[in-house]
């Protein structure tokens, strides 16, 4: 298991920037995948961007171009850049773990934390 806490988030304007940082209990080295999702009001949660394998990244079509996914794991941090934001990126953004266990998969997630993009 794997706790995962978030921060970072909190009010911007259109076309500002965030960085949100993810810091995990322990090491992430050997994890699957680590990412991003996002659940705006009356949606379903969506996944923003993942590091899978440790290095192949994976963005949703929305977001490519403006977030970047990164992970340092001397900190056992991962973080979201993101830019140029929008309205429609307003949403409550969770961190997501994912690992091996046996013949299985383990998802652990963060408690979120609160992107409001508005003027």
């Known amino acids: 298991q794997v706790q995962l806490v978030e921060s970072g988030g909190g009010l911007v304007q259109p076309g500002g920037s965030l960085r949100l940082s993810c810091a995990a209990s322990?090491?992430?080295?050997?994890?699957?995948?680590m990412g991003w999702y996002r659940q705006a009001p009356g949606k379903q949660r969506e996944l923003v961007a993942a590091?899978?394998?440790?290095?192949?990244?994976n963005y949703a079509d929305s977001v490519k171009g403006r977030f970047t996914i990164s992970r340092d794991d001397a900190k056992n941090t991962v973080y979201l850049q993101m830019n140029s934001l929008k309205p429609e990126d307003t949403a409550v953004y969770y961190c997501?773990?994912?690992?091996?266990?046996?013949?299985?998969?383990?998802?652990?997630w963060g408690q979120g934390t609160q992107v409001t993009v508005s003027s």
């Open positions: 590091i899978i394998s440790g290095s192949r990244t």
């Open positions: 322990r090491s992430i080295f050997s994890l699957y995948a």
């Open positions: 997501h773990a994912q690992s091996v266990v046996g013949p299985g998969i383990r998802d652990d």
